[in-house]
């Protein structure tokens, strides 16, 4: 069982809708991460939020707002997303931002964009 | 541009055979570390290599980092089915950005 949990597993939306992905982790970790994934490929990081602190933003579109309410919890914020937005959305955290911090990652959520 | 070049892409072996999957990058990384990915799951961390030269042994899985802390290779000894999966190299830059190599689809067929 992974220790990252996100919510929900799968979403499927109009390009209209606002809806919310959710992450928690209960590690005590400081950083977060949000990385999107396309079907066999790597994923590419999207947000890193340090001490609840946005750190890095890996030039996102705005459709895309992220959140980080308490150390343990971080949301990415969907609005108006586009049919190439689908992927599966993955959170990760870590003990702290610094170097070699082993990431965690959750199982991520599988995003359908109609 | 791909900062960490990952080989070979596909691997589709019989059970019980060795491959090696490689790392390679201009840059050097203050670690590097291996995750496999099984569909449907989040990748899941192998292991992290830190000192040039280091090498890590899990099981049937040995890996490998340069002395110059810029490649690192993943063999694998009498694969499995259970070996089946992405296998994905990742080098640790600034504020812990993780940078990943394309990734390696195993597959072990019994």
């Known amino acids: 069982d992974t220790e990252v949990t996100q919510t929900p597993k799968h979403l499927v939306m109009g390009m209209t809708n606002k809806k919310s992905l959710k992450c928690e982790q209960h590690?005590?970790?400081?950083?977060m991460y949000w990385y999107k994934q396309k079907a066999k490929k790597p994923p590419e990081l999207m947000f890193v939020y340090s001490y609840e602190k946005l750190s890095i933003n890996e030039s996102v579109p705005s459709r895309f707002s992220p959140e980080c309410p308490n150390s343990s919890l971080l949301n990415l914020h969907l609005h108006a997303l586009q049919p190439e937005d689908s992927a599966l959305y993955l959170c990760?955290?870590?003990?702290?931002?610094?170097?070699?911090?082993?990431?965690?990652f959750g199982d991520g959520t599988r995003l359908s964009i109609l | 541009t791909q900062l960490l070049e990952q080989s070979p892409q596909f691997l589709s072996i019989q059970e019980g055979e060795n491959l090696t999957v490689y790392c390679n990058s201009s840059?050097?990384?203050?670690?590097l570390q291996w995750y496999r990915q099984e569909p449907g799951e989040g990748p899941v961390l192998l292991v992290t290599?830190?000192?040039?030269?280091e090498v890590k042994k899990l099981k049937r899985l040995t890996f490998q980092f340069g002395d110059a802390r810029k490649d690192s290779s993943l063999h694998i000894t009498a694969a499995q089915p259970g070996d089946t999966g992405l296998y994905l190299c990742a080098g640790a830059k600034y504020g812990n950005k993780l940078v990943f190599g394309a990734g390696t689809i195993l597959r072990v067929k019994s």
């Open positions: 840059s050097v990384f203050s670690s």
């Open positions: 590690m005590g970790h400081r950083a």
């Open positions: 990760a955290s870590s003990q702290s931002d610094r170097f070699n911090q082993p990431q965690h």
């Open positions: 290599v830190v000192t040039g030269g």
